[in-house]
């Protein structure tokens, strides 16, 4: 599966901001899905991630609230939405996928399938 994030840009603290992660592939139904983020000098980190389902979703500690992590199969589309934006939220945003997991993996190294990223960047 080949997939595409998108809905980066510039907001300013407090903003809300979606992302889009967008797949190729009849069996993306099939795959969970994660969101990393990468802010430069520092190491990628995860963010959300949701099972192939969508029953299950788990995120990272920093997220407190206020992300939500959704998907809609028919549309091979996974979103990741982002309320009260804070400067340290500055970073590229991946979307990754893992197929046949019943487990929400919080490391990246066990996803195979990655998009291009998405610069998300947060004004004070």
């Known amino acids: 599966v080949q997939l595409q994030a998108s809905g980066g840009g510039l907001v300013q603290a407090g903003d809300s901001l979606t992302l889009s992660c967008a797949a190729s592939?009849?069996?993306?139904?099939?795959?969970?899905v994660g969101w990393f983020r990468q802010a430069p000098g520092k190491e990628r980190e995860f963010v959300a991630g949701?099972?192939?389902?969508?029953?299950?979703?788990l995120y990272g500690d920093f997220v407190k609230g206020r992300f939500t992590i959704s998907r809609a199969n028919a549309k091979n589309t996974v979103y990741l939405q982002m309320n009260s934006l804070k400067p340290e939220d500055t970073a590229v945003y991946y979307c990754?996928?893992?197929?046949?997991?019943?487990?929400?993996?919080?490391?990246?190294?066990?996803?195979?399938?990655w998009g291009q990223g998405t610069l998300v960047t947060v004004s004070s």
């Open positions: 990754a996928a893992r197929p046949y997991s019943g487990t929400i993996l919080q490391a990246a190294v066990f996803y195979g399938n």
């Open positions: 592939g009849r069996t993306f139904s099939s795959y969970a």
């Open positions: 949701i099972l192939a389902s969508g029953i299950s979703t």
